[in-house]
């Protein structure tokens, strides 16, 4: 018979082999390394050095929004030119169907290289491709927009500072601290276009419904099993996964206090119907919850190229000035996915008609839905590629 010392000591043992196998763990999924490593080195080296030459406001534009860091760029340098390519491998999907996300986050990188240009002495002239967005294109890189440089005399702003700082926010805001009137009309006046529009939306009760119509959408989503699946490619969770790929949704970035996003990394990774049920939950009751002021970019035809870069453009000067104010942003563009994939399947379309109702903008279209806020907290960073991976031979 074994004695209680024996007991003990064996115990000792065991409890030893489960804390070491626990470290291990923790070391393997990256719980004490979230935002450090190679995947995001990009975001400490976005200014670049002489060196680089004309490729030096890449660094910048390699940390722009884009949809679920997709990163669906490659750039093209010939002499003093460059051409911005559609990654279009990088997709999304039934999630995506005619590109117009990636074009956004196309537009996004773009607004990054100019004001990057800009401060560096050079002037970048954007030329975008002329064209209509298809249902689901093959899958080959294609130009989007053509970028001229010539010297000027270097010009820095809050937004171009504000680019190493810009992080979407998915964690809950402060409801209770409005964002001033004001305050939304210079952030209205600095992205409106001739072509792009963009709404907030404040009152409590269009925000409610405005808030309820994003729910919904996103209960189609994941109702939806081919869109369910399109997103699931793009999440990753583990360390190893996240240096493998550089790219997708991290635990870190999911607005989740970090001992949950520690528990998160720690367990099994959760299946579809997890991750779903999950994002519906933080949707429904932290994003529209907790949001003080709701918004909505509009443009004239949402499948015109250069109107989908236009609006990609917009938002991320828009993103760039509430970071430089101290403000957190997050896309909440769900409606309008649910308003393509009905497209793609000849279904009517129950949200486009009621945002465009609901903003008073009759002849515009949504093209992105999202919030604003004070955050609770800081956002994490997101992996990225580097610069070197996205340059097209």
């Known amino acids: 018979m074994r004695s209680r010392r024996d007991f003990l000591v064996g115990g000792a ?27 995001y080195a990009p975001w400490s080296d976005w200014e670049g050095r002489a060196a680089d030459g004309i490729k030096r406001p890449l660094r910048a534009a390699i940390l722009a929004a884009n949809p679920h860091d997709t990163q669906p760029w490659l750039f093209g340098i010939t002499g003093n030119t460059m051409t911005v390519f559609a990654d279009r491998a990088r997709n999304l999907g039934t999630f995506d169907p005619f590109r117009r996300e990636m ?13 990057a240009a800009r401060a560096l002495g050079i002037s970048a002239d954007v030329t975008p491709v002329d064209g209509t967005l298809a249902l689901l294109p093959i899958d080959m890189p294609v130009p989007a927009a053509h970028v001229a440089f010539t010297p000027a005399p270097a010009s820095r702003d809050a937004l171009f500072s504000a680019i190493p700082n810009r992080h979407t926010n998915c964690g809950p805001y402060r409801a209770d601290q409005p964002i001033a009137r004001d305050r939304l009309q210079r952030f209205a006046d600095l992205t409106t276009t001739e072509t792009v529009r963009v709404v907030f939306v ?17 209960e ?45 990394k720690l367990l099994p ?32 035809d949402r499948l015109n ?40 399947l000849g279904r009517a379309d129950n949200f486009g008609s009621g945002i465009v109702q609901l903003v008073s903008a009759p002849g515009w279209e949504p093209t992105f839905v999202f919030r604003l806020g004070m955050a609770e907290r800081a956002a994490g960073r997101s992996p990225r590629r580097a610069l070197e991976e996205v340059l097209s031979a």
């Open 305 to 344: 190229m250069r109107e989908a870069i236009e609006a990609g453009r917009a938002w991320q000067r828009l993103h760039l000035a509430a970071t430089s104010e101290g403000l957190a942003a997050q896309p909440l563009n769900q409606p309008v996915e649910c308003v393509e994939r009905a497209a793609m």
């Open 103 to 115: 074009h956004l986050g196309l537009g996004a990188a773009i607004e990054n290289l100019v004001l």
């Open 13 to 39: 043992g065991v409890g030893a082999v489960a804390l070491a196998a626990l470290g291990y763990r923790a070391w393997d999924r990256g719980v004490w390394t979230a935002g450090r490593g190679n995947p």
């Open 202 to 218: 404040a009152d409590a009760h269009a925000r409610a419904e405005l808030g309820a119509m994003i729910v919904e959408a996103t």
């Open 269 to 300: 990774d959760p299946d579809a119907k997890q991750e779903d049920q999950y994002w519906l939950s933080m949707t429904r009751d932290t994003h529209v919850a907790t949001a003080p002021v709701l918004g909505v970019v509009l443009v004239r």
């Open 220 to 264: 189609h989503i994941v109702s939806d099993q081919q869109m369910s699946a399109d997103s699931a490619r793009w999440i990753r969770i583990g360390r190893r996964e996240i240096e493998a790929h550089c790219d997708g949704l991290t635990a870190d970035a999911f607005g989740i206090s970090p001992l949950r996003v520690a528990v998160a």
